[in-house]
């Protein structure tokens, strides 16, 4: 062919693959960079397929931190049953036992797709005792799905449920039990760079010098229901109006060119309010918004974030 297009290549390399010659495979993958041609996720997935191909030939087992990442990439993309197939195979291809990492990604598989109860089946039944991530997860399908009877298992969480469910009695009886047992969180803090400078922005901080921009820009009516206090909507939308991760974005649009994305790292996870913050942002002035909190990564772009809504009522 005197013009090969990606299509061309990504066909030429994924037969190569789907009949096991592997290594050509790869070649071709490799030319097709030397040419300078783009690749996309469609080359990725034949070349991912022949490298399994070889992970087989060259007699390289998984391991139990490969287990790890496939079961995470299952719970991701929703895909349960392959979840639970890969997990089973563990003892009964590869003989190797599953620990904390492998049951809490199978919790977490089960509980993103709404199965609370098959979470809770797989949770009883670990022979080890439960980390905080398994019943981290547990829990945020808890909120997600509004049973109640799980999130009761925790108490910021159980509070988040009950505000969202506007039982306010109740969140002020679950924050009194907090602070009487030593229960606090840790203030939000955001960091982002700009033209080599970090700039930091705390909760509720109006230190910065161009704060008052930043909170004109960031100032739409906010989402209270995950507020955990019990008061009226004037003081809840003061208390989400200046959350970090808000300025922080601000500050990004303010600052960077339209066509730079906006980063952001947060040292907590970060809140509903945000998620609808920063779909409304993307609409608003069509920014692609990339940001780092404790636990994962978020990519927010086309309106969308790339948890698909899982992770939206946080704490």
Not at 73 to 83: I, K, P, R, T, W
Not at 241 to 249: D, M, V, Y
Request: glycine share 6%; charged share 25%; aromatic share 10%.
């Amino acid at each position: 062919m005197p013009e090969k297009d990606p299509v061309a290549w990504n066909a030429t390399i994924s037969s190569y693959a789907q009949v096991g010659e592997s290594k050509e495979a790869l070649d071709l993958f490799h030319l097709m960079q030397l040419e300078g041609v783009k690749v996309n996720a469609v080359s990725m997935i034949s070349v991912l397929s022949a490298c399994t191909q070889l992970m087989k030939q060259y007699g390289v087992t998984p391991n139990a931190v490969t287990f790890v990442s496939v079961l995470r990439g299952c719970s991701v993309v929703g895909l349960v049953d392959e979840g639970q197939r890969h997990f089973d195979s563990m003892r009964s291809e590869f003989g190797i036992e599953p620990q904390l990492d492998q049951y809490g990604c199978l919790v977490d598989l089960y509980a993103r797709a709404g199965r609370l109860e098959d979470a809770v089946r797989i949770i009883q039944q670990m022979p080890m005792n439960r980390h905080t991530a398994v019943w981290s997860s547990l829990l945020h399908a808890s909120i997600m799905y509004k049973n109640l009877e799980l999130g009761v298992l925790s108490y910021v969480m159980l509070s988040n449920i009950y505000a969202d469910s506007e039982n306010l009695d109740n969140v002020s009886h679950v924050r009194q039990l907090m602070k009487a047992r030593g229960v606090r969180k840790e203030p939000g803090c955001s960091l982002m760079e700009v033209n080599g400078e970090v700039h930091e922005f705390f909760v509720g901080d109006n230190s910065h010098p161009r704060y008052t921009e930043l909170e004109a820009l960031a100032g739409y009516k906010s989402d209270t229901s995950p507020v955990m206090f019990n008061i009226d909507e004037e003081e809840k939308e003061d208390a989400l109006g200046l959350h970090s991760e808000k300025a922080a974005i601000a500050f990004g649009i303010m600052s960077l060119k339209e066509d730079v994305p906006v980063r952001i790292v947060k040292n907590l996870r970060v809140c509903g309010d945000f998620f609808f913050d920063k779909k409304f942002v993307f609409v608003i002035f069509d920014r692609e918004i990339i940001v780092r909190d404790k636990n994962r990564f978020r990519h927010f772009r086309d309106g969308h974030c790339s948890c698909n809504g899982f992770w939206r009522i946080l704490f």
